[in-house]
């Protein structure tokens, strides 16, 4: 009898064993991250150290080429969501787009393989999340501080800084959950979005050090066609009293506005004094702009921070995925920019990092083609779903191992529609590749095309389209352009709607300043 009880016991162990648990996954996306100001990247200018980011990088994979289908907020969370380009899963652009809450989403099918799914912070699609157990989003952008959220349908008001508040919503969800269910955790940060406003605690907390400059801050838009020179996203023009900080965001108390007040005021009073013009004037735009964002991005750190000790302490991390990502890249002052929605490195790539325990190589970093395209499909894929025809990525499972795929993605498909506000970037498409980039504006008065070498031109500064020697090169990625648009089903023409509210072809200039 009790040698059949210890075998029986062996059995049930062995069976166990053998039976991989689905591993848990908490996927953490801020807003506007761009990879320049994460340390694990190593950009050159080090701009934060991000010790709790960097984690990730060393305890699992860091992405160098991770591509976004459209460089802006809300399409990129409805690819992250679907695994689908924007002209299949509908949310084109963020000024007339809603996403269709009853197609095909990873966490639903994550809620139907057993696991126990939440959404927390920005979510920037209109409609309400579909396929959570639990959801509580900030309505439409958020702000930074005491945010108005949405949980579960109904509105309520938190106090406190949004970055912290996502955190503790987050990992409260976690204490409260069913411990016998795997989860999906999306913790989704406002933060560092526009206009970059940091917590309290954050202000001064570089000690006023001068940031060093891109070499493409006074870039004169030479070499190239009117659209770099046409947007409106510089720190020169475009840049407002609020992302400035001049003026107090909305909705601080009378306590939160003193120490607001505290440290901007001084600063303010002596730019005033010094009366700055010209190249002056957009180097102190500068300083004052790298000093918030990257103020702002400490919080979102210590989230990360937070989180990954939550993880640990409960006995979770060697079970749990994490991985962090951004909606897209930013500009932080190359050509004279901020914001994003262009086919160029700053904006088209995000930053991403994953740990996956037994699965990702600690410490290695990945050059390979990646895109937000691929995230469904890795979750599913850790989950052990299958993976849908319909979505277009891939799981990342096999470059994680370091095990790259003979027939993995060497060339992207890229597309940005909306125009003509905000900033003003023209409609184009593309195809980029480890070196090249081919581009076609199109939707306006001026349709034209370019040609990007990024071995022999790193900033993307010429434009070499016309050169004789890049003609067989031209020929080779027309071709390649052509494959993949048919291979991912995009349309011939596009509906002017999907160029935004004010869309449709031929329009006048409009110059806008956006709040
Ligand atoms: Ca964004």
């Not at 999340?129 to 008001?157: H, S």
Request: charged fraction near 25%; hydrophobic fraction near 35%.
């Amino acid at each position: 009898m009790k040698t059949l009880l210890t075998f029986t016991l062996l059995t049930a162990a062995a069976a166990f064993a053998a039976v991989p648990r689905q591993p848990n996954i908490v996927f953490i996306f801020s807003d506007d991250h761009a990879y320049q100001a994460i340390s694990a990247y190593g950009e050159a200018r080090k701009l934060l150290e991000s010790p709790n980011i960097d984690r990730l990088g060393k305890q699992g994979v860091r992405f160098d080429r991770c591509l976004v289908p459209n460089s802006i907020c809300g399409p990129s969370r409805a690819t992250v969501l679907t695994g689908k380009y924007n002209h299949l899963n509908g949310f084109v652009n963020n000024s007339n787009s809603t996403f269709d809450p009853t197609q095909l989403t990873f966490p639903k099918l994550l809620q139907k393989a057993g696991y126990q799914t939440a959404i927390v912070g920005k979510w920037h699609l209109i409609s309400n999340p579909t396929g959570f157990d639990f959801w509580q989003i900030l309505p439409g952008q958020g702000v930074y501080y005491n945010p108005p959220m949405i949980r579960m349908g109904e509105q309520i008001k938190l106090s406190g800084y949004t970055t912290d508040l996502i955190t503790d919503v987050s990992l409260e969800w976690l204490q409260k959950r069913d411990k016998s269910k795997p989860f999906l955790l999306m913790c989704q940060h406002k933060a560092p979005h526009r206009e970059w406003a940091p917590a309290l605690r954050h202000l001064g907390a570089d000690k006023d050090r001068v940031y060093a400059e891109p070499p493409t801050l006074f870039d004169d838009y030479a070499n190239r066609g009117i659209a770099v020179r046409d947007q409106d996203m510089t720190l020169e023009k475009t840049m407002n009293d609020r992302d400035l900080k001049f003026v107090a965001p909305p909705g601080l108390t009378p306590e939160q506005k003193k120490e607001w007040d505290a440290y901007y005021e001084p600063r303010n009073a002596k730019f005033r004094a010094a009366n700055l013009a010209g190249k002056d004037l957009v180097r102190w735009r500068y300083q004052r702009y790298m000093h918030d964002y990257t103020a702002t991005l400490r919080a979102v750190d210590e989230s990360v921070g937070r989180v990954l000790d939550y993880l640990d302490q409960e006995g979770l991390a060697d079970n749990t995925v994490v991985i962090y990502a951004s909606d897209q890249g930013f500009y932080l002052g190359e050509h004279g920019w901020f914001d994003k929605r262009w086919i160029f490195e700053e904006s088209a790539r995000t930053p991403l990092l994953v740990r996956w325990p037994g699965v990702a190589k600690p410490g290695t970093v990945s050059k390979d083609i990646v895109s937000n395209l691929d995230f469904a499909e890795t979750m599913l894929d850790a989950a052990g779903v299958p993976v849908p025809a319909e979505m277009q990525g891939r799981s990342l499972r096999p470059i994680l191992t370091g095990k790259r795929p003979a027939d993995w993605r060497t060339s992207f498909y890229y597309q940005y529609f909306e125009w003509p506000a905000p900033h003003h970037v023209r409609p184009h498409y593309g195809v980029i590749t480890d070196r090249y980039k081919l581009v076609h504006f199109f939707g306006t008065v001026d349709d034209y095309w370019e040609l990007y070498d990024r071995e022999k031109d790193p900033h993307e500064l010429r434009n070499v389209l016309g050169d004789p020697a890049y003609a067989a090169t031209k020929v080779e990625l027309e071709k390649e352009l052509t494959r993949l648009r048919k291979e991912l089903k995009v349309p011939e023409t596009i509906p002017p709607s999907w160029l935004g509210r004010q869309g449709g072809e031929g329009q006048k200039k409009k110059q806008t300043k956006q709040k």
